[in-house]
């Protein structure tokens, strides 16, 4: 099994959501997330590359502090990720019963939740899969998935690019009773990950989780799911947007609020119509964008 380390960033209470943020833009490893603890950021890395990543992390750190952050590139520092069990119950400190949207509701193993009726229940513990519903970014996708379900048609096929831990899969097969997903990630980890949380949610058998590549993946879709950075939705444009059948919707995320516009019109260009580009209420910093593929 690879070991783990965790590289930590601290940072002035005031900017530590933005630090977060441009980490996740600016350094590889903060693509696969981000974690907040108090005033540090925190990302995670394979043991074997920590010197050259320290070295990445801490270049992008001096970039901020010349922008004018509170953070100092001589005290970004790594140190042993604990092993997962003891891992698992650092998350159960903060990690509870979290209503994500009108409907949506994310319970962990450890806690107990009564729905009401009208609630959709993901069980989801936190794994090194992106996706706990935390972050602002999944958390504007599972918004729009409940809009989406209240608004309008029930789309047969989805699509998730990304899918990391499978939680946007799994809200999907649940707001969409008849609905089945695919769910592509090309981390291994993330495979796995969406598998057993579908198991876990008793859906199973309606979650195709594969590391297929986008642009190989059969078929159109309804609806196509992309919870990714702008740089990779700027890539896969090509492989993404024939995905989309026409009259379908495309929800993108993992978007900087700066970057929104232009990446929607990037899509835009190749015939999509922009219907709405939201920023998160809990964290203005990120976007997400609403585009359909005209019929």
């Given at each position: 099994m690879k070991d783990w380390v965790e590289i930590i960033v601290p940072a002035a209470a005031s900017d530590v959501d933005e630090v977060a943020a441009l980490l996740a833009d600016a350094c590889e490893p903060a693509k696969e997330g981000t974690e907040v603890r108090g005033d540090e950021v925190v990302i995670w890395a394979p043991l074997a590359d920590q010197e050259a990543i320290v070295a990445e992390v801490r270049a992008a750190v001096a970039a901020f502090a010349e922008a004018g952050l509170g953070v100092d590139p001589s005290t970004v520092r790594?140190?042993?990720a604990l092993p997962e069990a003891e891992w698992?119950?650092?998350?159960?400190?903060?990690?509870?019963?979290?209503?994500?949207?009108?409907?949506?509701?994310?319970?962990?193993s450890w806690e107990t939740y009564e729905p009401t009726a009208t609630d959709v229940v993901i069980a989801l513990d936190p794994g090194m899969a992106f996706g706990t519903g935390t972050h602002a970014s999944t958390r504007l996708v599972l918004e729009e998935l409940d809009r989406l379900a209240a608004a309008g048609p029930a789309p047969a096929r989805v699509l998730d690019v990304g899918a990391g831990s499978g939680i946007l899969a799994i809200a999907a097969v649940k707001l969409w009773p008849?609905?089945?997903?695919?769910?592509?990630?090309?981390?291994p980890i993330a495979v796995a990950a969406c598998a057993e949380?579908?198991?876990v949610n008793a859906v199973g058998d309606r979650i195709a989780s594969a590391a297929t590549p986008v642009g190989e993946v059969d078929g159109e879709f309804d609806l196509v799911l992309a919870n990714i950075q702008a740089?990779?939705?700027?890539?896969?444009?090509?492989?993404?947007?024939?995905?989309v059948a026409p009259?379908?919707?495309?929800?993108?995320?993992?978007l900087l609020s700066p970057q929104a516009e232009a990446?929607?019109?990037?899509?835009?260009?190749?015939?999509?119509?922009?219907?709405?580009?939201?920023?998160?209420?809990?964290?203005?910093?990120?976007?997400?964008?609403?585009?359909?593929r005209p019929s």
């Open positions: 790594a140190q042993p698992r119950d650092a998350w159960k400190r903060y990690f509870h019963v979290t209503r994500i949207s009108p409907r949506i509701v994310v319970v962990p008849a609905a089945t997903v695919v769910a592509v990630d090309n981390d949380n579908a198991g740089h990779v939705l700027r890539e896969l444009l090509p492989g993404i947007a024939p995905r009259g379908g919707t495309l929800v993108m995320s993992g990446v929607a019109e990037a899509y835009a260009a190749v015939g999509f119509t922009v219907e709405a580009i939201r920023p998160s209420a809990a964290d203005p910093a990120w976007s997400s964008a609403v585009l359909r």
